[in-house]
């Protein structure tokens, strides 16, 4: 089991460049299974979720290969409708083949995701709202055994609650729907908007009709296409963070500004210094934090996918702040090993209480989830000495290089293999 060794405590200094979003990136990736065309992606993040999504590609029939930084896929002979629960239960995404699947060829037989340290992860939204465009589905042994007799035909559908990948299914499923969908209470997050360029871009007729309202106009004519994924909008936030919690100085580059308003937004009011540019931040950290309170949300909200990492800037702050996660069930699993550095923070239901003025002290410590993980690095590189920190299979899903970028901008970090 490969391990992170880090000493602190040390200012980030200098410049980052910001890999392709994760999160755009898998849900279009399973959009490719729309076209028999070739479909060239570019600017992909290399990150072991994206690895598990190409082999689980490539299990259900595409040829898939990389050349100049660019991923070419060829769906011509990919004839497979079974997404096996050895892919899929280490990457909950993977359900994001049922609606391409269906849409394909009528029928698919996909695994459960399975829970995840975060949550249960349930799909109840995905599937009460397939059944809305004609499929008729069933659960047996882990798996959704899911079919179109007629098709899939378009239809007004109102998610009962926002989900990010229901929302991803759905506008992917209606692509090539027989008529037109309507999808209310979407998800709006800057990577389903991304999805929704992509599949205009092949040809689909996707259009938002209102905040949260999508229409879709099935099609049955896909196009070849190159497309580059936008920027990792977390990736951003977690150095914007590290920044701020270091009281470095870091130049943020390959990003849009506006996207991430609500972070910017939020580090100023800690104190932060942010100076936008086009394509770029500037972040000064100060050595007073004010502390806040703030809850997680649905974009354009607080992401939860940056809680971890703010926590651990909080319990810098000159007092005591709160944070509710109000999108995942057990999204704490980081304060146990960040108390475990001297941080004193209180859990009550889905409310963590944190002191501030904390000086952390290094120690050995356990990662649990991908976002976790980087706010032990944080942690580690605002505490005195070594720490260690275990079990990083979790950053690797999702963070590019991430000992490697660190590195460039003055941290004193290694892998041990
Ligand atoms: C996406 O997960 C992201 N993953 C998550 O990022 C992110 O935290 C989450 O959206 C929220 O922004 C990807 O994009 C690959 P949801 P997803 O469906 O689609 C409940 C990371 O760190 N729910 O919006 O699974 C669910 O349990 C990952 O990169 C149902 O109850 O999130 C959760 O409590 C972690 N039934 C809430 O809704 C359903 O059918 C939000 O889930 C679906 C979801």
Known sequence: MQKLEVFGANKLKGQINIS??????????????????????????????????????????????????????????????????????????????????????????????????????????????????????????????????????????????????????????????????????CAIEPEIKDLVNFLNKIGCKIKWVGKRKIKIDGVNQINETTYSVMFDRIEAGTYLVAAAATEGNLKIKNIIPKIIKTEIDTLRKIGTKIVVKKNEVNVIGKKIIKSINIKTAPYPGFPTDLQAQLMVLLCKANKKSLIKEDIFENRFMHVAELNRMGAQISINGNRAIIQGNINFAAAELMATDLRASVSLILAALIANGKSVINRIYHLDRGYENIEKKLKKIGARIRRIK
Do not use: W
């Open 20 to 185: 392709g979003s994760k999160n755009a990136s898998l849900p279009i990736l399973a959009a490719t299974l729309l076209s028999s065309k070739k479909v060239n992606l570019k600017n992909l993040p290399k990150v072991k979720d994206i690895e598990t999504m190409i082999n689980l590609l490539q299990s259900l029939g595409s040829k898939i290969r990389f050349k100049k930084k660019k991923l070419i896929i060829n769906n011509s002979t990919q004839n497979k409708n079974f997404a096996s629960y050895s892919l899929v239960k280490t990457m909950r995404a993977g359900i994001l083949v049922l609606g391409p699947l269906l849409a394909k060829f009528g029928k698919a037989k996909v695994s459960l995701p399975g829970g995840c340290a975060i949550g249960t992860r349930p799909i109840d939204i995905h599937l009460k709202a397939f059944s809305k465009l004609g499929v008729k589905y069933n659960i047996t042994q882990g798996y959704v055994h899911a079919s179109t007799p007629k098709g899939l035909v378009g239809s007004k559908i109102r998610f009962p609650k926002i989900s990010v990948g229901a929302t991803e299914n759905l506008i992917i499923a209606a692509s090539l729907a027989k008529g037109t969908t309507i999808l209310s209470n």
